[in-house]
């Protein structure tokens, strides 16, 4: 026995012994300090104030779970789990201090353990050995001290995959049968979605507690009311535990399939944005960029420092640096034709020979992946916006085919559709990629583009409250400003029109006459001027 504070607390069944005592022996080995009670003559009062106060003092507490502590509705074991249990109580949220162990074929959802402990990510050891990657894991917590879910992440050869992503099983809190379908399905999903994202590959979780990742996504259900489940997920970086992103999300129950199929694509795309972040971070810090780095970096360029001039010549920049490091990178060149042709119709871009490399680009990537979704959404995207939209919209409908929760090509066709004077269809196309992707980092331009669709449609009402949104979406992107005027002269807000006119000005010193013009037609030249523009 030990009083240090430091020491972890192994909590078992009797006939788990064994068990326990392997793995006290390897936390040991490790350099570990363990309590680890082998006495069989549990009892006394002064036995049970030093198991209160070992309990009390320990810096973790790892109960065992197997059949055999299924089997025994009493034993000292289950006090010891209720006391760590109200430790927890006086405990911050992120601070670690339960790691549950099963190390049989015993189901955690049907474990009879108390609720707190399914309010952290258990380690799965079936087969009875203990894994280096959960003696990393002790480690990290007792020298950390922060909160991680799973375990540190390694191959077997001890290398960390690069852009890979594991999803956990998901966890039933409310242990009902119906969640825990639906927590099945919504994990198989989830990693089935994010398997199509593009730089990124899913691998698949094995029965051991330590996925073979760089991302670690897990989740967890619970019937929050009779007629609400909440939904958690979580990212956590593989390499140093650490929480990246989180989100919680309530769902009507009982949670019908199209409300679930939404939740699934708009979290995975929250989940590309986030990692699409995070990569692009690590690519700054390293001396040698790959190709997929550049192209994260390229992304970030524009959405975390707002459209401009300067902001398009990085991210082209970047494209280019991509593509040289990988000719072969299809979705580099299909994003670079998109940024290009946007950017070359907004007017911060000039000349024909860049729209000529964009259409090449564009036709090149297509070449390259012909049958990839994300890569038909930009390129078809880029060739619309390079007038070209009777051969961009079979490519955008076969981009939706391929994947039904691509929000980018659901928003692209309903920008072409628009450009076709399609309205209704335009208006239907651009509320789908909304809703798949709600908080979607592309949000402003879409939102901007069904305004400016409703506007077009005579229902200016309509458009007011979607261009408003568009500005809270993105604050840097002056276009949703411009259309907001737009929106604003048509309801006789003249006053409030100005207001917006000018907001757009400031956000974008240099704007020019003709920008407004490719917003809004010559609905605001006489305001543009008595703004000196």
Known sequence: MTQ??????????????????????????????????????????????????????CALFIPIISVNTQ????GYFR????????????????KPFLVPVLIDGTRDQDARVPEQFRAVQWTYLPTGEI????????????????????????????????????VLPFTNHSQTAELDT?????????????????GFQVVAQPAVAAPLSRYVVSGSLRQHEPKCVRVAIQIVDGESAQYLWTIQQDLAAPCATRDVDDFVAGTTAKIEQQLTLVEAKQSDKQTGHDAWGKLHQANSALFSAGWSEEAVEASVRLFREA???????????????????????????????????????????????????EVLGCAGCALADLGDTERALPLLERAIEENPNNAQAWAALGAAQ????????????????????????????????????????????QALDIARSACRADAKFYP???????????????????????????IRPRLAIGEIQFWAGRALDQLAASLGL
Not at 7 to 16: G, K
Not at 71 to 74: P, Q
Not at 137 to 147: E, K, N, T
């Open 418 to 461: 628009l450009l076709r004077r399609q309205y209704e269809r335009s208006v239907e196309s651009l509320r789908r990629g909304l809703r798949i992707s709600p908080t979607d980092y592309r949000r402003s331009v879409w939102l901007t583009a069904l305004a400016g669709a409703l506007v077009r449609m005579g229902k200016p009402d």
């Open 131 to 166: 894994s280096t990657a959960f003696v990393q894991r002790i480690q990290h917590l007792l020298s950390q001290g922060i909160q991680t879910e799973p375990a540190l992440i390694r191959s077997a050869s001890g290398a960390m995959p690069e852009k890979s992503i594991s």
């Open 79 to 94: 006090r010891e789990w209720k006391l760590a249990a109200a430790r927890t109580h006086d405990m911050a949220d992120d």
């Open 71 to 74: 089997a025994r509705l009493e």
């Open 182 to 198: 639906l927590a099945k399905c919504m994990a198989e999903d989830l990693a089935g979605q994010l398997a199509r994202l593009p």
């Open 323 to 373: 593509i040289a490091l990988d000719p072969k990178l299809a979705l580099a060149r299909a994003q670079k034709a998109l940024i290009i042709a946007l950017a070359s119709q907004w007017g911060l871009l000039r000349g024909d020979d860049l729209r000529e490399e964009a259409r090449a680009d564009a036709e090149k990537a297509l070449e390259l992946e012909p049958t990839k979704s």
């Open 4 to 57: 240090s504070k430091n020491a972890v607390f192994l909590s078992y069944a009797a006939q788990d012994a064994e068990a326990a005592q392997r793995l006290c022996a390897t936390l040991s080995a490790a350099g570990i300090e363990v309590w680890f009670d082998q006495s069989e003559l549990r009892g006394g009062d002064a036995w049970d104030q030093k198991i209160r106060r070992e309990i009390q003092d």
């Open 480 to 506: 949703a400003q411009i259309v907001l005027a737009l929106v604003l002269t048509k309801l006789g807000k003249e006053a409030e029109a100005v207001k917006a006119l000018a907001e757009a000005r400031r």
